[in-house]
């Protein structure tokens, strides 16, 4: 037990986290260490992921101090901060205390600057924005490529637009897309494109959409992306409503030929005979880039302490368990649970192609909004996005759209300094 | 104390065995419906009249709470998306119901018939109905895969290409009334095949042609069947939720959105909860307005009916 603090025997721990598939594991190495070493029991309540915020927000407006530890995704952090659901780490009970083993120096800066400080902003990010978690779970669209039909994968958007036009057949597409417009679906496929050409959703900073959203630069990236569709004929057209299943699915099934997709999250998915056909033939690697630069998109999340838990302590005290080389690196070594270590000094035991992978686009790693608005962002965008994918709409119009809708929400926010 | 002088208070004649008795005997009934007047109150009374006074705050989730007044409805009627949605919401019922009428009565009348084996096709018919929305609209979502869907397949092999039955815009609206159809035309059978079992006898007697029989003695006692299913049909299709949100998630874009999936979307996916609220308000006043109008309709046709059995009696 950590020096100065004292946790009553027998607790019980509550951690509600997202079906995760490094839960399992986390799981079972709780029961093995944590619980024998500390006397402190804990319980996993794993929910749906698309359930999980709003779960959250309920159980706060409900003053709940039912969970001691929330586990959150990148872009809920804003709204979880203005709820008041995650206790603030960089005081002197946690972060300051100098006996606590989490130094948040230990971490990757481009993680903790996007996952775990609020408000930060992305374009000139801050180490001293206040601390609501720790991370917990890291992954980065990747491109993931059949390595038995190409030499090498392609590096640029405009390389993997022909390489997917030309492995187009019959029997096969060049290019899989999640091309709904639920959850994040297509925003994840747009976003390295346009970031790539240098484009931008919005001026953190002025909280401004209009003429930035739909920027000459990103209609031109839609218009480059809707075009793989529908003139190359390079992309199945029914994705456009495929989710992260399909997308994955098309790829391990042999019925495309590249996709983008998270790393290391599933990890050795591709390898194992029982979910793949073409095992051995995947290879993975970092986004392409665009004619500006090289983005990736971060799909991170976090765990930090609710509010108003009565045994912060104990909560405080799993997440110095969690973030031990021990753990950590029981976790790593894990295949199943497709993770990497969010310390700097652990990055040298990941070596398998599907974790390295994420290393190497630590340094493009980009995030969407995380404001407590986000959700509404993110639904104006993605409707306009589908509508042009499926031809509905030209993409000039459909970012046209998408910036005035989205300027009259970021308008109206309490946050926006407009409204200071 | 000794109560040999007279209690005190004096004994009142309402507290004698028999008076207590009668008042018992006026509670007991109270008593019975109590637990399901309770549960009622919390669950269905309180959330509706919580949810009216939600839809009239200015609240998301993690927020402060607003009061707005009539804000959000104002902001909804004004908003072209929303009536859009709202005949979208009406296409879907008025073709879905339809399809499931005549399909209903075509089916009911067929398993009307005495022929061996038709126990078992009842049986099977009533299948879809039984099963949970969201299992056959998973079931429908993975069979309508522009890619990888048996209809895909079928059409491929029928010559068709690739139809993308849940991204084209027409054939997305047409997946959806599918799947209600497909679902709930069994409820219509099963109506039918009640009021058929009345009318059964009088139209064997009948010594005009089918058509005749069907058209005047048939269809008239099955008016009240029909109207009851336009009545649950009209009200349950135009909750439409799961279909939806699971085979097209509203797309293209949100040209398939339902408005229960607005409300969805908005109050939970948003966390727009005085919103979503006021939206829900709006599927409830049209239902009302539409149940009320049918149910008119029904006590109508039960009228004539009654009028039309004293006539053939009095014959």
Same mark, same amino acid.
Request: glycine share 10%.
């Given at each position: 037990m950590r020096p100065g603090h004292f946790v009553k025997a027998q607790a019980t721990l509550n951690v509600l986290a997202p079906q995760w598939p490094q839960g399992p594991k986390e799981q079972a190495l709780a029961a093995e260490t944590f619980t024998p070493e500390s006397g402190i029991a804990v319980n996993f309540e794993a929910v749906n992921y698309a359930t999980l915020e709003q779960r959250v927000k309920l159980l706060v407006e409900g003053q !709940? =101090?039912?969970?001691?530890i929330y586990d959150y995704d990148s872009q809920w952090l804003g709204g979880f901060v203005a709820a008041g659901a #995650?206790?603030?780490?960089?005081t002197d009970q946690f972060l300051? /205390? +100098?006996?606590?083993?989490?130094?948040?120096? $230990?971490?990757f800066p481009e993680i903790t600057s996007r996952l775990?400080?609020? +408000? /930060? /902003?992305? =374009?000139a990010p801050s180490e001293d924005a206040p601390v609501y978690g720790v991370p917990w779970s890291l992954n980065a669209e990747a491109l993931w490529w059949r390595n038995d039909l190409m030499d090498a994968a392609p590096a640029t958007w405009e390389e993997l637009r022909a390489k997917a036009q030309e492995l187009t057949n019959d029997s096969m597409f060049g290019y899989a897309v999640q &091309? &709904?417009?639920? *959850?994040d679906w297509i925003i994840s496929e747009t976003n390295p494109i346009m970031w790539g050409n240098g484009?931008? #959703?919005?001026d953190q900073a002025t909280y401004t959409a209009q003429g930035i959203l739909n920027s000459d630069s990103n209609k031109d990236s839609l218009q480059f992306f809707v075009d793989m569709n529908l003139?190359?004929? $390079?992309?199945? +057209? *029914?994705? *456009? /409503?495929?989710t992260i299943n399909e997308r994955l699915g098309a790829l391990l099934t042999g019925k495309a030929a590249m996709c983008l997709n998270w790393a290391p999250l599933f990890g050795g998915v591709a390898d194992d005979p029982n979910q793949s056909q073409v095992v051995g033939q995947i290879g993975y690697a970092p986004s392409p880039a665009g004619s500006v630069t090289t983005a990736a998109m971060i799909g991170c999340q976090g765990t930090g302490l609710n509010? #108003?838990?009565?045994?912060k302590d104990a909560a405080w005290q799993y997440l110095e368990w969690w973030q031990s080389d021990e753990t950590q690196t029981a976790m790593i070594e894990?295949? +199943?649970?497709?993770f990497v270590s969010a310390r700097t000094d652990l990055? !040298?035991? *990941?070596?398998?192609p599907w974790q390295t992978v994420f290393f190497e686009m630590l340094p493009s790693l980009r995030d969407m909004w995380n404001i407590p608005e986000y959700a509404q962002l993110l639904q104006i965008l993605q409707t306009e996005l589908n509508l042009a994918y499926v031809g509905q709409k030209p993409p000039a119009d459909a970012l046209d759209d998408a910036a005035l809708a989205q300027q009259v929400v970021l308008d109206g926010s309490p946050d926006n300094p407009a409204n200071a | 104390m000794s109560s040999s002088a007279g209690s005190f208070p004096p004994?009142?004649?309402?507290?004698s065995p028999e008076s207590r008795y009668a008042g018992q005997l006026r509670a007991f009934p109270w008593l019975l419906v109590a637990p399901t007047v309770i549960l009622l109150i919390a669950l269905t009374i309180f959330p509706l009249i919580y949810s009216l006074y939600m839809s009239l705050h200015n609240f998301t989730l993690g927020g402060a709470k607003t009061w707005i007044g009539l804000d959000n409805y104002r902001d909804l009627l004004s908003d072209r998306s929303f009536w859009r949605k709202t005949w979208f919401t009406l296409q879907i019922t008025i073709f879905a119901v339809a399809i499931e009428l005549v399909l209903g009565l075509l089916c009911a009348l067929v398993l009307n @018939? %005495?022929? %061996?084996g038709l126990g078992l096709l009842r049986m099977i018919v009533y299948i879809p109905m039984m099963l949970s929305p969201l299992v056959v609209a998973y079931f429908w979502r993975i069979m309508l895969?522009?890619?990888?869907g048996v209809f895909t397949w079928f059409a491929q092999e029928l010559?068709?290409? @690739?139809?993308q039955w849940t991204v084209d815009l027409t054939l997305a609206k047409a997946s959806i009334v599918a799947t209600d159809v497909w679902q709930w035309t069994p409820f219509v059978t099963l109506l039918m095949l009640a009021g058929l079992q009345a009318v059964h006898e009088a139209a064997e007697l009948d010594k005009g042609t089918r058509w005749m029989t069907f058209r005047s003695i048939t269809l008239p006692y099955l008016m009240t069947p029909i109207l009851i299913a336009v009545l649950f049909r009209t009200i349950d299709t135009f909750k439409l939720f799961e279909a939806v949100y699971i085979i097209t998630q509203g797309g293209p874009g949100d040209l398939t959105e339902t408005l229960s999936l607005m409300a969805y979307t908005v109050g939970f996916e948003q966390s727009r909860i005085g919103m979503g609220a006021a939206i829900s308000w709006f599927v409830v006043v049209v239902i009302n307005v539409l149940a009320t109008l049918l149910i008119m309709l029904m006590a109508r046709s039960r009228r004539e009916s009654v009028m039309m059995a004293e006539v053939g009696d009095d014959e």
């Open positions: !709940s =101090a039912d969970y001691d #995650l206790e603030r780490l960089d300051g /205390n +100098p006996d606590t083993t989490i130094q948040m120096d $230990s971490f775990v400080r609020y +408000p /930060n /902003n992305e =374009a &091309g &709904g417009r639920d *959850a484009g931008e #959703l919005w003139v190359d004929g $390079s992309i199945d +057209p *029914a994705s *456009a /409503n495929w509010t #108003l838990s009565e045994q894990d295949i +199943p649970s497709g990055q !040298s035991l *990941a070596t398998n | 004994d009142n004649p309402q507290s @018939k %005495r022929l %061996r895969d522009g890619s990888f010559g068709f290409g @690739k139809p």
